[in-house]
């Protein structure tokens, strides 16, 4: 049986679970694993007192874990980017092979990374950076290796599913929803990250370069949040048949690669729209093989420290990872150039001529309406100082046709608040 | 690059589909999978005219396979269990690795198979051989090494879950729906296998070795088929909430393990009631992760093929896979004891004191009656020549009250047609 001895570095939550795991399941690892994981030196740089357990080897300064003799892996899970960044460059520099849950440092850093990995001949394993204890890193580059991938669509930060799921299923707002988020600690004190849909886009950016092999680019991920999503936009998607499910899309046409993260609506027949809570799960589509679905915990301290000892079990059988190898003939799109269907929700003043007038916004750009719902009062929906809601399908559209009928419909004088404005995932 | 020399027997659907897909994608798995995947043989009793190209080396003995010089790897496609470890015992003796998609061979000789090829020092990868291009092996003994499974429940047998969801979705009988698969070449001439659970009972064997570390045991499977699905069962069941689904199901307690297959009715607030058409669906239920789900097409030719490619890719990487351990703790229980709530159907005349009746023989043996519907004649599931349906839902009990009770039932006068009888899935 081989034997790893593990520096690891970052004792938050995740760090936390991984120790008390390793010294828990040390029995089970071995007989599932056939490995000897060691806790060689732990990096802290609170010192030793925030530990949960205290039989360790400490360094208050985590560089010198990149440089220590007793030290074959190091484990980062620090976060945040530059110093996570250094602190890798440093083991692989000593040769040391990397196992990280970091997905901003890889969505930011990736190319130099890998490419430094592939040239001193260790491994970087990342398989908790996505999805936490759902292993779809191992699925898409490993399980899907023989399939060209055509596009992905996936359900990655669990705050905002949580959020989504919550509002629907309790009928209360975004804030209350959020709040609930918090008290359950599934959503930090602040939420920005994932509220504003950063988060899952570093995924997307991750799945993306393995599933289509373009460079890490996360600049080129065009994404929103869900804040804009109300209690009302929920609702009157379910009525047509939908869930709102913040969706992070990769898909390659003509070798163009685009990645989207944008709430959308997704059609009740989609296995998609039934992953709830704080769920995630990403659905795969592969010439040959057709869809895949992957679905699980998405983050929470111990399914992601079970994601970190899956990627040193294959350290130790020396399994080498496939680095993310490029396909220079793919081109990453760094501007939305998408088509999609889209959802308009607007709260519009109930006189003669409305939806004439709205009606001939959409006429002008050539868009056609597929749907076009008015609420009246019967309907528990609306009733809102006199207005009454408007929902429109539409058929397809790009980026600047559907911020320039935003704009439009928001300065009609009849238009009261915002305009709703959210996409319709539509696959195959 | 590495290069595999491949030797490959059975040209059957999967086979073909293989010596195609090698053909064809060679760039792709160049470009993925970092290997050079050579045919250099193939064993074809039939002859080289019933292959899909010609310009292959053949043999027709396919054991000289296993003996040839210039194969690295023998890939099994020939189906049937005695040959086929004939050939796979001969390839690993020759110190070949072996990737193989048969699933009845595994069941049956999975435990001298592992332990040669231990001895040997030889691979053998068996990923097609539970659902198909969809990796839950991989998942199982490589994504989720780090975690204690507690159980799994799985959808593995796409002709049964395409009969079953064809006559819920288009209100047809099962002969109907069995013709319907067969027409589209979900079904074999002879379905006998697939419909009455031997082959997904075959699959819940393989999966329990990986899951719980028990040798295979195909013997100590409890299973059931589909054949006594009615029409009127799936309404039923729809009213009440539920669908029934061919579920296979393994569980650890105590460390005594069961596996089962049996049509259940399935909640349908559960992601496996959702799994339509012929895909597979695994669910994971582990320590520390909660569940995890497994979704995509679970036969097929290509799907297959993939699936022995991304093995050949593992092997090609020098990724050793982890031989199925045993660990001693765990015993195979070879008899149910499973106690499960049920549910019932009978096709009673509808008399005064029938309910009475039936409900004292559930009373006799102690179990509750959690749910009873007789549908009035408003209903459109029922008259029947004067019969009514009537359903229960009952509390936990186990297999031999379940026979008991059935019996006692089917003897009542007033009671037509043989008592239906299923289990209700539970989990947690």
Known sequence: MKTLRLGICGTGNVGKALLVSLRDSKELFEIQGNVNLEISMVGVRKGKSSLPFQELRVSEDIMQVALDDAVDVVVELIGGTETAYELIQKAIENGKDVVTANKAMISKYGNELFQKAK????????????????????????????????????????????????????EVTFEEALKSAQSLGLAEADPTLDIDGTDAAQKASILASLAFHVPFNFASVN??????????????????????????????????????????????????????????????????????????????????????????????????????????????????????????????????????????????????????????????IIINNGLVSVVIITGSMDDVSSVEISSALDKMEEVHHNVKNFRILSLL
């Open 119 to 170: 040239d001193k001949g260790v491994q970087v394993g990342f398989e908790a950076s996505v999805a936490g204890g759902t292993p779809v890193i191992k699925a898409l580059r490993e399980g899907l290796v023989a399939n060209k991938i055509l596009w992905f669509a996936g359900i990655l930060n669990g705050t905002s599913n949580y959020i989504l799921s919550y509002m629907s299923s309790s």
């Open 223 to 380: 994404y929103e949040g869900i804040q804009n999503v109300a209690l009302k936009d929920l609702r009157c998607a379910q009525e047509l048949g939908y869930s709102i499910k913040h969706i992070a899309l990769g898909k390659i046409i003509d070798e163009k690669v685009s990645i989207n993260a944008h709430p959308m609506l997704v059609s009740n027949e989609s296995i998609l729209s039934k992953v709830g809570q704080e769920m995630n799960a990403l659905e795969v589509y592969a010439e040959d093989v057709g869809s895949t679905v992957y679905y699980g915990p998405g983050a929470g301290p111990t399914p992601t420290a079970t994601a970190v000892i899956a990627d040193l079990v294959d350290i130790a059988k020396g399994a080498l990872f496939n680095v993310p190898e490029v396909n220079n003939k793919n081109s990453l799109l760094t501007k939305p150039t998408e088509s999609t269907a889209r959802y308009f929700r607007m709260e519009v003043s109930n006189e003669p001529g409305v939806i004439a007038k709205i009606s001939a916004i959409f006429a002008r750009k050539q868009i056609s309406i597929d749907t076009l719902i008015q609420h009246d009062s019967k309907s528990e």
